[in-house]
């Protein structure tokens, strides 16, 4: 929506809204909101509000601590859950310096500068349509998730198996209320396990609109007594949780990714975007994977992508193209889980799309065949090369590519690198349960 500051006080004086909630993602892609009473209302419109920046991860300088919120108007929105005390709004803010300059060290902000670029290289919008799964667990008398799941249902069941179809249900109408349009919502194929997809936006928003539909889901969940989890593999030896991107640029004349007359109607463009997708893909693979628990996901065997390769009708691939043309042609990329920051991630496929488009990388061949039949020496003759087996493999190959560097802007992409490999070492000096049930008694 395209409102102004009138239309803002308007909307916020015939709903009694009490309370902003000013909203921004952090390094790691958590939520963070600075809730202040509508009184501040005209200090926000006026870009002066100020917040203490030294306590948020990846903000740490010091010099960084005195920071303002410039409220996007295009995001304000009033949640539709209500309180005694008068409704409450939200707008998602991005981060400034005390000299009016976008603060490098917001996701948000990256991503804004990288779409400039896109735009340089003649684009109007990457489009986005994400595919968030997750899982639903009974919660404790404390509200503290357990292990129980919510049902024993599976894909596409119906009630009675699937009990967590009422919460599913609030879910949908919540998001449609805030103005989402749900295309789908089913249940997944591990019990417990679901996924709603709703319409592509422009990268930014889809973005936006990524960060509302986990805080959404989040607080439903808790009203039916359940504890959603966007963690990609909470229980071994079920599917994990993953969010596909499917992803198209768009110029004047419409999706530059098809055309009518190209080979499966696909543009040169989407051909070098799809290059440098795959040139591209193990070092993007921290950012769109970016906890240790990601790497357990990314296994054979339960439909999550294992090996660098792609198709056009093949489902099990990284990247698939699937098979609408015309305004729908995409690409989808499926590694990505929801840990990953979505503005760091969207950021980083897209740079290493234009990367593509620059340096005119034609991609490997299509895979057609089932790539988890193939043998070491087939895949090597078919140059599939594999996706980072953990975390610290996938910081690796981030380090060591300058286009990522260029991605997330050098202030991001150092707080990352260290931020990530502390969380790595952190995990590797734990000794854990199938280390003592292995060894302890064996020797
Ligand atoms: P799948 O077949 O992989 O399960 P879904 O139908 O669940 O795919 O999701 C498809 C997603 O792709 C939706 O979010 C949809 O809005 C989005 N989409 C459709 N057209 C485009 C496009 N041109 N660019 C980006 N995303 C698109
Ligand atoms: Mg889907
Ligand atoms: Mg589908
Ligand atoms: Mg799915
Ligand atoms: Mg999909």
Redesign the pocket.
Same mark, same amino acid.
């Given at each position: 929506h395209d409102y102004s500051k009138d239309d803002i006080r308007q909307m916020a004086k015939d709903e009694d809204v009490q309370f902003l909630r000013l909203m921004f993602t952090d390094l790691f892609g958590t939520i963070k909101n600075v809730e202040v009473p509508i009184s501040q209302l005209e200090k926000l419109l006026d870009n002066k509000l100020m917040f203490d920046g030294s306590s948020i991860d990846g903000f740490v300088r010091i010099e960084e601590s005195d920071m303002y919120l410039y409220p996007d108007l295009s995001t304000w929105m009033i949640f539709p859950w209500s309180s005694d005390r008068g409704k409450i709004a939200r707008v998602i803010c991005e981060v400034y310096t005390p000299d009016n300059k976008p603060f490098e060290g917001d996701p948000r902000n990256n991503l804004i500068r990288v779409l400039g670029d896109m735009r340089k290289a003649g684009f109007t919008d990457f +489009?986005?349509?994400?595919?968030p799964e997750f899982f639903l667990f009974k919660m404790d008398d404390k509200g503290k998730p357990t292990m129980d799941l919510n049902d024993q249902g599976s894909y596409f069941d119906m009630a009675p198996m699937d009990l967590g179809e009422n919460c599913r249900r609030e879910i949908v109408l919540t998001l449609e209320d805030m103005g989402f349009d749900v295309?789908?919502a089913h249940h997944e194929v591990a019990p417990g396990q679901h996924?709603i997809?709703?319409?592509?936006a422009d990268a930014l928003h889809a973005a936006d609109n990524i960060q509302t539909f986990k805080l959404v889901v989040k607080t439903v969940a808790r009203k039916f007594g359940l504890y959603a989890t966007f963690m990609p593999k909470p229980l071994t030896g079920i599917n994990g949780s993953g969010m596909?991107l +499917?992803?198209?640029l768009f110029h004047d004349k419409g999706?530059a990714f098809y055309d009518e007359k190209g080979d499966l109607q696909l543009s040169q463009t989407a051909y070098y975007f799809l290059g440098g997708l795959l040139k591209h893909a193990r070092s993007f693979t921290a950012i769109c994977n970016p906890t240790v628990n990601s790497y357990k996901r990314l296994v054979p065997g339960y439909e999550a992508p294992v090996y660098v390769a792609w198709s056009g009708s093949n489902r099990s691939p990284l990247i698939r193209v699937?098979s609408?043309r015309g305004?729908?042609?995409?690409l989808?990329l499926r590694s990505v889980d929801p840990t990953a920051n979505p503005y760091l991630a969207i950021a980083a496929v897209l740079e290493a799309g234009l990367d593509g488009l620059n340096n005119k990388m034609v991609p490997e061949e299509s895979v057609d065949r089932n790539i988890y039949r193939m043998d070491d020496k087939e895949r090597r003759e078919s140059h599939i090369t594999n996706l980072p087996d953990t975390l610290h493999n996938a910081l690796k190959d981030l380090s060591a590519d300058e286009v990522m560097r260029k991605a997330m802007g050098p202030h991001l992409y150092a707080s990352f690198i260290e931020a990530k490999n502390l969380e790595y070492d952190a995990y590797r000096t734990q000794v854990s349960k199938w280390e003592r049930d292995q060894y302890l008694e064996q020797y």
């Amino acid at each position: 929506h395209d409102y102004s500051k009138d239309d803002i006080r308007q909307m916020a004086k015939d709903e009694d809204v009490q309370f902003l909630r000013l909203m921004f993602t952090d390094l790691f892609g958590t939520i963070k909101n600075v809730e202040v009473p509508i009184s501040q209302l005209e200090k926000l419109l006026d870009n002066k509000l100020m917040f203490d920046g030294s306590s948020i991860d990846g903000f740490v300088r010091i010099e960084e601590s005195d920071m303002y919120l410039y409220p996007d108007l295009s995001t304000w929105m009033i949640f539709p859950w209500s309180s005694d005390r008068g409704k409450i709004a939200r707008v998602i803010c991005e981060v400034y310096t005390p000299d009016n300059k976008p603060f490098e060290g917001d996701p948000r902000n990256n991503l804004i500068r990288v779409l400039g670029d896109m735009r340089k290289a003649g684009f109007t919008d990457f +489009n986005i349509g994400p595919e968030p799964e997750f899982f639903l667990f009974k919660m404790d008398d404390k509200g503290k998730p357990t292990m129980d799941l919510n049902d024993q249902g599976s894909y596409f069941d119906m009630a009675p198996m699937d009990l967590g179809e009422n919460c599913r249900r609030e879910i949908v109408l919540t998001l449609e209320d805030m103005g989402f349009d749900v295309e789908a919502a089913h249940h997944e194929v591990a019990p417990g396990q679901h996924e709603i997809d709703f319409k592509y936006a422009d990268a930014l928003h889809a973005a936006d609109n990524i960060q509302t539909f986990k805080l959404v889901v989040k607080t439903v969940a808790r009203k039916f007594g359940l504890y959603a989890t966007f963690m990609p593999k909470p229980l071994t030896g079920i599917n994990g949780s993953g969010m596909h991107l +499917n992803m198209s640029l768009f110029h004047d004349k419409g999706n530059a990714f098809y055309d009518e007359k190209g080979d499966l109607q696909l543009s040169q463009t989407a051909y070098y975007f799809l290059g440098g997708l795959l040139k591209h893909a193990r070092s993007f693979t921290a950012i769109c994977n970016p906890t240790v628990n990601s790497y357990k996901r990314l296994v054979p065997g339960y439909e999550a992508p294992v090996y660098v390769a792609w198709s056009g009708s093949n489902r099990s691939p990284l990247i698939r193209v699937p098979s609408s043309r015309g305004l729908s042609t995409r690409l989808e990329l499926r590694s990505v889980d929801p840990t990953a920051n979505p503005y760091l991630a969207i950021a980083a496929v897209l740079e290493a799309g234009l990367d593509g488009l620059n340096n005119k990388m034609v991609p490997e061949e299509s895979v057609d065949r089932n790539i988890y039949r193939m043998d070491d020496k087939e895949r090597r003759e078919s140059h599939i090369t594999n996706l980072p087996d953990t975390l610290h493999n996938a910081l690796k190959d981030l380090s060591a590519d300058e286009v990522m560097r260029k991605a997330m802007g050098p202030h991001l992409y150092a707080s990352f690198i260290e931020a990530k490999n502390l969380e790595y070492d952190a995990y590797r000096t734990q000794v854990s349960k199938w280390e003592r049930d292995q060894y302890l008694e064996q020797y």
